[in-house]
């Protein structure tokens, strides 16, 4: 297990590295100048515009800048955003780091709770459609009635029904308390829960199969022990592994999600910097993002190894 741990930590620092390369050519080849275009119309001074420039590193070679963004990422350095005031000084931009640490509470809340809502109403739904027929027939049904709707539609349709029409829960913006996440986080999760319920069936379908489980069926073991204790963990392998891997979607939706509810977390904060072309934020909220995404795909690796032994002892090819 210990040497399982090791080359999955090497694994996820080279995705890192990786990951963190893409984004900052990505981000380096957008059209256009990000520091000409924080003056709209108006040509900027030119002893403004160098010093914006020089402030970014933008005059130095791109690999330079590059080495430059990868020291700053392993000293925690986010750098700064453009400064809101071109004019002005142009180190007056705030922190990266700080506009992160003042938004990433706001999504943490509503990715985590889309997570477990996924994770827990997806098995269980699964769990209980393989236990009689009509069960399972209404739970593929609601299941193919979420998979097909998208995030941008399920979030119109709760907030226009549990928000508008019922009253239930706040519209918009943070401040309401718990309940103003209950809605993003339903409409983030919605699609997901529909994919864990169907993958949780089909792999729970496919285990109950197996001979291991008619043996216990011989034994006289009810249906229900024989899911909960023998079945239902072989078969969370793959549902695990779809959880993580799905990290990256949540944080798209993100963006539809906290712009339809007003919630001021990082989505929200990733279109303004796309939008303001705002290079220095934009690198910094996406490999924040990234690096999330690398650390949770991790984190399902040990968990399937957990689950199943035979991957921490399964020959390297």
Not at 178 to 194: C, D, E, N, R
Not at 304 to 312: E, G, K, N, Q
Request: aromatic content about 6%.
């Amino acid at each position: 297990m210990v040497a399982f741990l090791v080359r999955r930590g090497v694994q996820m620092l080279l995705s890192l590295w990786a990951a963190l390369t893409l984004v900052f050519v990505a981000v380096t080849q957008l059209p256009g100048d990000p520091v000409r275009a924080l003056f709209g119309f108006t040509p900027p001074p030119p002893e403004i515009y160098a010093a914006i420039e020089a402030q970014f590193h933008l005059d130095e070679p791109l690999l330079v800048q590059y080495l430059l963004y990868l020291g700053d990422v392993v000293t925690g350095d986010l750098g700064r955003a453009f400064p809101l005031d071109p004019y002005g000084d142009a180190g007056a931009g705030p922190l990266v780091s700080e506009t992160v640490l003042a938004t990433a509470p706001v999504s943490a809340v509503i990715v985590l709770g889309a997570l477990l809502v996924q994770s827990v109403v997806g098995v269980v739904a699964g769990a209980l459609a393989t236990s009689g027929r009509q069960l399972g027939a209404g739970v593929y049904t609601v299941s193919l009635l979420l998979v097909s709707t998208p995030v941008l539609v399920a979030a119109y349709l709760l907030r226009t029904v549990l928000g508008v029409e019922l009253g239930w829960f706040p519209l918009t913006g943070a401040g309401g308390g718990p309940l103003t996440y209950v809605l993003p986080v339903l409409a983030l999760a919605a699609l997901s829960t529909g994919y864990v319920a169907l993958l949780t069936r089909a792999e729970l379908t496919e285990t109950l199969a197996s001979p291991f489980v008619h043996a216990a069926r011989a034994r006289g073991l009810r249906t229900r022990r024989i899911v909960a204790v023998h079945a239902l963990k072989p078969a969370l392998i793959p549902v695990v592994t779809f959880v993580a891997a799905n990290v990256s979607q949540l944080f798209v939706g993100l963006l539809v999600v906290e712009g339809i509810f007003g919630m001021p977390g990082l989505g929200g904060t990733l279109f303004e910097a796309i939008r303001d072309r705002d290079r220095s934020l934009l690198v910094g909220l996406v490999t924040v993002v990234m690096a999330t995404v690398i650390v949770a795909n991790a984190v399902a690796d040990v968990a399937a190894a957990a689950l199943d032994p035979r991957i921490t002892l399964a020959p390297r090819t």
